[in-house]
Nanobody
Framework: QVQLVESGGGLVQAGGSLRLSCAASGRTFSRNAMGWFRQAPGTAREFVAGISRTGGTTYYADSVKGRFTISRDNAKVYLQMNSLKPEDTAVYYC?????????????????WGQGTQVTVSS
């Protein structure tokens, strides 16, 4: 069992930065790949970034490459978001995968946080 709690969302102007954190607890956290997803109103949930169990492999959606960075330590996973755009506005979710390998598909993730709102004004 893994419990996930996101924090760090908020309102920021275009071009600004935010750092999301996801506090993870549970015996299996260190065994799981972790991912960040987002969902804007009226749209499907989409993959944003993922990191493998060891942290040695990361993946990013094309829309955020070069602007977002995912990282992890023993108890948290982070998403550093720079050069934010209005189209980044969404609820961001942290998720724990079913294995140590990153997947871009949300159905491969077994545990989800409650989400944190990110709003980027133009």
């Amino acid at each position: 069992q893994v419990q996930l709690v996101e924090s760090g969302g908020g309102l920021v102007q275009a071009g600004g930065s935010l750092r999301l954190s996801c506090a993870a607890s549970g015996r299996t956290f260190s065994r799981n790949a972790m991912g960040w997803f987002r969902q804007a109103p009226g749209t499907a949930r989409e993959f944003v970034a993922g990191i493998s169990r060891t942290g040695g492999t990361t993946y990013y959606a094309d829309s955020v490459k070069g602007r977002f960075t995912i990282s992890r330590d023993n108890a948290k996973v982070y998403l550093q978001m720079n050069s934010l755009k209005p189209e980044d506005t969404a609820v961001y979710y942290c998720a724990a995968g079913g294995s140590g390998y990153v997947s871009l598909a949300d159905y491969q993730y077994d545990y989800w946080g409650q989400g944190t709102q990110v709003t980027v004004s133009s």
